[in-house]
């Protein structure tokens, strides 16, 4: 798989990159630390270099099995992880990205990332200039390659890079859930920051394998994710029904179409999870495929059935 540089650094990252929020088990249903780093491997193997994982995920434990899974190869992967919106205090950060570290039995994270900005979810407000002062000196230490960060707004961002190098942007994008173009994204592209695309088949909706009626366990986040209730779930049906004859054409799944659409989006990759590793397998093969200037439009307008109905609020689930 072709990389491509993330933001202005010499860090090289795939464009579909491998999600590990599920291999926390935390807020997720079925889930199998020996299927976990097994499909971990399998993208690799699939040419997926790029793992996106998170200290908050399992309270460690996705990092765990990214290593346990990885580690015989580190030099050849890339490891983005994100720091807590609890943990933005100068020493916090500091401790914080040392646990990280040895989670993943590394000297290096090749992106550190502020998960969610300072007061999200109840958290104590820190100023992001404190966060960032942190950032920066991991960053002369070696200890991190490259900042980015998660669940930004475009001030929110710009704010962060008065302070610092941003080279990355993490927010939920894709073909149904859309809010960061009219956002972040222009920023983004005049800046040459990177986007890390997450939820990038809108949680499992895009692979089009959730029927009309599906009920998700309550205990799985998903059932509380808005694009899988009532009217908007309906939609995402029928406009799912519009993009198969496109995906037959390309002989490809529709997940493999959504994706291929949002990385060729301008700064776009994809943080795609799976949970088996012919479902990693699988979203390694979306960055073969070619989509024309005209395909591209129709799966846009397509994808707009249901995009359109949300307002501005990027947060996509009703916790």
């Known amino acids: 798989m072709e990389k491509r540089c993330l933001g202005t650094t010499e860090v090289q990252i795939t464009p579909i990159l491998m999600g590990t929020w599920q291999a926390g088990k935390r807020m997720w249903v079925g889930i199998e630390d020996a299927d976990s780093i097994k499909t971990i491997r399998a993208g690799f193997e699939a040419g997926i270099t790029t793992i996106d994982t998170a200290e908050v995920y399992g309270e460690g434990h996705s990092e765990q099995i990214v290593a346990e899974a990885l580690s015989d190869v580190r030099d050849r992967v890339e490891y983005a992880t994100k720091v807590f919106a609890n943990h933005l205090k100068y020493e916090q950060v500091i401790q914080a990205c040392e646990r990280s570290l040895t989670n993943l039995k590394t000297d290096y994270i090749d992106l550190y990332q502020i998960h969610w900005p300072s007061g999200a979810f109840n958290s104590e407000i820190v100023p992001i200039e404190e966060t960032m002062s942190a950032l920066n000196l991991l960053k002369e230490q070696g200890k991190i390659?490259?900042?980015?960060?998660?669940?930004?707004?475009?001030?929110?961002?710009?704010?962060?890079?008065?302070?610092?190098?941003?080279?990355?942007?993490?927010?939920?994008?894709?073909?149904?859930?859309?809010?960061?173009?009219?956002?972040?994204?222009?920023?983004?592209?005049?800046?040459?920051?990177?986007?890390?695309?997450?939820?990038?088949?809108?949680?499992?909706?895009?692979?089009?394998?959730?029927?009309?009626?599906?009920?998700?366990?309550?205990?799985?986040?998903?059932?509380?994710?808005?694009?899988?209730?009532?009217?908007?779930?309906?939609?995402?049906?029928?406009?799912?029904?519009?993009?198969?004859?496109?995906?037959?054409?390309?002989?490809?799944?529709?997940?493999?179409?959504?994706?291929?659409?949002?990385?060729?989006?301008?700064?776009?990759?994809?943080?795609?999870?799976?949970?088996?590793?012919?479902?990693?397998?699988?979203?390694?093969?979306?960055?073969?495929?070619?989509?024309?200037?005209?395909?591209?439009?129709?799966?846009?307008?397509?994808?707009?059935?249901?995009?359109?109905?949300?307002?501005?609020?990027?947060?996509?689930?009703?916790?």
């Open 145 to 319: 390659r490259a900042i980015g960060v998660s669940n930004f707004s475009s001030a929110q961002l710009a704010q962060a890079a008065s302070y610092g190098r941003i080279d990355s942007l993490q927010p939920p994008y894709s073909l149904f859930w859309r809010q960061v173009e009219q956002d972040a994204l222009p920023y983004c592209i005049e800046h040459n920051i990177s986007i890390l695309a997450y939820s990038p088949l809108a949680q499992g909706l895009l692979t089009g394998k959730f029927a009309a009626g599906h009920q998700f366990d309550p205990a799985d986040n998903r059932a509380k994710n808005k694009l899988f209730q009532g009217e908007n779930f309906e939609l995402a049906q029928q406009a799912l029904e519009k993009l198969r004859p496109i995906a037959l054409l390309h002989n490809c799944t529709l997940a493999q179409l959504a994706l291929a659409w949002l990385i060729a989006q301008p700064q776009a990759n994809a943080i795609a999870g799976a949970r088996y590793p012919q479902q990693a397998q699988d979203n390694a093969l979306a960055a073969q495929i070619q989509l024309s200037a005209a395909e591209l439009a129709e799966i846009d307008a397509i994808g707009r059935i249901v995009s359109d109905r949300f307002d501005n609020n990027p947060i996509m689930w009703e916790f």
